[in-house]
């Protein structure tokens, strides 16, 4: 009964085991549950616990839980013995005088000074006696005692260990103490860096550590170095991280030890206790990137169409609970940028679970089957996404975007134009939330995947490398854009002819990034030979014109030619709001543009009141945090402060009137 001995420092957890001690060495007891995932390390804390406990002076016992009730009675009324508990107590529990368990804990809560661990109770509902979880406080469990009752579980739940159990969540490790980790095993094998980068991908799971860190210490390994093994592991998962041991079926001591083969201890407990969508939702899972996703597309149809296994709302939502309950996904929290828009549920994975499940585990269908309708749910979810109203899909847009790029890959051979449909959609709906970061990945994408498959002159990749480059913009990678912007430019007057209004966008686009470049006059003649040409050939109130007709007023402005710029940009918003509403994303630039322009005019008040009349739309209209927003509330407070310096000077500091 006394605790593994642990065989290197423990990294990382100094805090939880600051909460065990101040348990241990508090005036009463408790029960505190060490749970999470396998493989986090939970019996190594709990080891470690034990030991500075034995090293204070405490008694401490150790049982290992063998998923029976009356091993687990035998165990605790040996610790209890150990703890002073009479033999004739003892004896009177065997003639049936009185309860095995209630003797046991009326004498645990009378002596003080102990450690007692339960370790690795990943069954709870067969501790007894009899049914029922712990929570109710009346089996082998409890938290009443004068010692410190030590559990480590996979189970998570508060459902299951009670109001009055201490939980402590046991999370992978930080990146710092995960590479020392590494360090500790392997020394010779890099860097920090390196260290860390390798811990990174691992996940900061211990398990995974340590079986890299073994590895890597063992002179005659293929892989040497930290880099060599991150390296290796994207061709050799399967060999490295994924092998199988030959005992792990019938020994789950072997099986917890093993990375390819401890989380399948907690499938199997899941099955057993009647969720049968656990594992095949688990598998569908793996099948996708290695981020969050949203939980709206974990649907029935989903998991039907994929594995032909029946699924309910129900059956879906228990699959997930009964993941989420062994740690084998989380909830990393709403997907809410905190722009006021509903909150967006999401689930994930943890990276070598994924890695493992996905290289690993046998499904009943056939891979291809089960990646054609994720495909297919895929797209489905961006046409939901990018129909709700307003900024309403906007989070979920967010979500979904990582998980796009392979969904083209996949269908570059087969229904090719939908699919770039489908990631055009979604990366227009990204524009329109100010996440130039997540339309990024889809914009590179697409013009990478066009260029391959339909050239580099083709009209759709001309489109495409305007959007990335209009994108890199809004990043303020103002060279890259105006490189691929001029490149686009050249081909359309090449291509389309240079009165085409995509011609005509392209030089529009080409003169804004000028503008921001700092060329500002070239930018200038652009934008007025854009104008000329737009009013020519789309008309002098087509929302393009509009837009030339901003852009050179702004222009103007950034020249110091402020009075015109003022002019054309009122102008410009009477227009705009006539033609395309108050409301509308192009009428609010106009809004906000005049305002600066009257502010370089020394026309405070006015600039600060349009700037707050912008600032209110856009709130409502985008939500707080956009980019837009952002601008636009940085503007009115630089209206405000200059009206406050006028404000403050001496009437000789005061302009003079002629």
């Known amino acids: 009964m006394n605790p593994p001995t642990v065989s290197a420092r423990v990294r990382g957890r100094a805090a939880e085991l600051e909460r065990i001690g101040t348990l241990v060495r508090g005036r009463g007891g408790g029960m505190v549950v060490v749970c999470g995932a396998g493989g986090l390390g939970k019996t190594t804390l709990a080891a470690e616990a034990s030991a500075r406990a034995r090293a204070e002076g405490r008694v401490v016992v150790w049982i290992r839980w063998r998923d029976g009730a009356a091993q687990l009675g035998q165990d605790l009324a040996q610790a209890a013995h150990i703890l002073g508990l009479p033999e004739s107590r003892l004896e009177d529990a065997r003639t ?28 709870p509902s067969r501790v007894g006696p009899g049914s029922g979880l712990p929570a109710a406080y009346r089996g082998w469990l409890r938290p009443h005692g004068g010692g410190v009752l030590l559990v480590t579980s996979r189970d998570t739940t508060r459902q299951t260990w009670g109001p009055d159990a201490d939980l402590i969540h046991l999370q992978p490790l930080a990146d710092d103490a995960a590479g020392t980790v590494l360090l500790d095993a392997a020394a010779h094998a890099g860097t920090e860096t390196e260290a860390e980068a390798l811990a990174v991908r691992l996940g900061g799971l211990p398990l995974g550590l340590n079986a890299a860190g073994t590895y890597l210490s063992v002179p005659t390994s293929r892989h040497r170095t930290f880099a060599a093994y991150q390296h290796a592991l994207e061709a050799e998962f399967a060999d490295l991280l994924g092998a199988e041991h030959p005992g792990a079926a019938a020994d789950p001591d072997a099986a917890r030890r093993v990375v390819r083969h401890t989380w399948d201890l907690s499938l199997d407990q899941l099955h057993q206790d009647c969720y049968a969508l656990a594992r095949p939702v688990l598998q569908l899972l793996a099948l996708l990137e290695p981020a969050p996703v949203p939980r709206s597309l974990v649907t029935p ?47 994930r994975l943890h990276r070598l679970v994924r890695d493992v499940t996905a290289h690993t585990l046998t499904r009943p269908e056939p891979t291809d089957t089960w990646v054609a309708a994720i495909d297919e749910h895929l797209a489905r979810a961006v046409d939901a996404t990018t129909s709700m109203p307003g900024r309403t899909g906007w989070p979920t847009a967010r979500l979904l975007a990582v998980h796009l790029r392979s969904h083209l890959d996949r269908r570059a051979q087969r229904d090719f134009t939908t699919a770039v449909g489908t990631l055009d959609d979604l990366a227009d709906a990204l524009n329109n939330a100010g996440a130039a970061s997540e339309e990024l990945l889809l914009r590179r994408h697409l013009l990478d995947a066009e260029t391959r498959l339909l050239g580099a002159d083709h009209p759709d990749t001309l489109a495409t490398r305007n ?53 500002h006059r070239q930018a200038a003649g652009l934008h007025r030979q854009d104008l000329t040409d737009r009013e020519r050939v789309l008309g002098s109130h087509h929302p393009d014109t509009l837009g030339s007709r901003n852009n050179l ?60 009349q912008t600032l209110t739309a856009r709130e409502r209209i985008l939500g707080p945090n956009h980019p837009d927003t952002l601008t636009t509330r940085n503007n009115l407070a630089t209206a405000q402060a200059r009206l406050a310096e006028v404000g403050r000077r001496r009437w000789w500091q005061l302009p003079r009137r002629r």
Not at 506 to 515: E, G, I, K, M
Not at 596 to 610: F, P, V
């Open 96 to 123: 049936g005088r009185v309860s095995l368990v209630d003797a046991v804990w009326e004498h645990l809560a009378t002596v003080k000074g102990w450690l007692i661990v339960v370790d690795n109770v990943d069954t």
């Open 301 to 347: 149809g989903l998991v039907t169409d994929a594995t032909g296994l029946p699924a309910t709302a129900a059956t879906v939502d228990a699959a997930l609970a009964g993941l989420h309950q062994y740690g084998l996904l989380h909830t990393p929290g709403d997907a809410n940028p905190g722009d006021g828009g509903p909150p967006v549920n999401q689930v």
């Open 467 to 519: 959007n990335l480059a209009s994108t890199l913009n809004d990043l303020g990678e103002h060279q890259q854009a105006a490189v691929l912007h001029h490149q686009t430019l050249t081909a359309r007057e090449r291509i389309l002819g240079p009165d085409h209004p995509n011609t005509l966008s392209s030089r529009n686009n080409y003169a804004n990034v000028l503008n921001r470049l700092g060329d």
């Open 553 to 612: 007023a702004t222009a103007l402005n950034r020249l110091g030619d402020h009075r015109q710029a003022a002019d054309l940009h009122r102008r410009n918003l009477t227009d705009s709001e006539r033609i395309l509403g108050p409301d509308h994303p192009n009428t609010l630039s106009s809004r906000n543009n005049l305002a600066n322009a009257l502010n370089a005019l020394g026309e405070h008040q006015q600039a600060a009141d349009l700037h707050h």
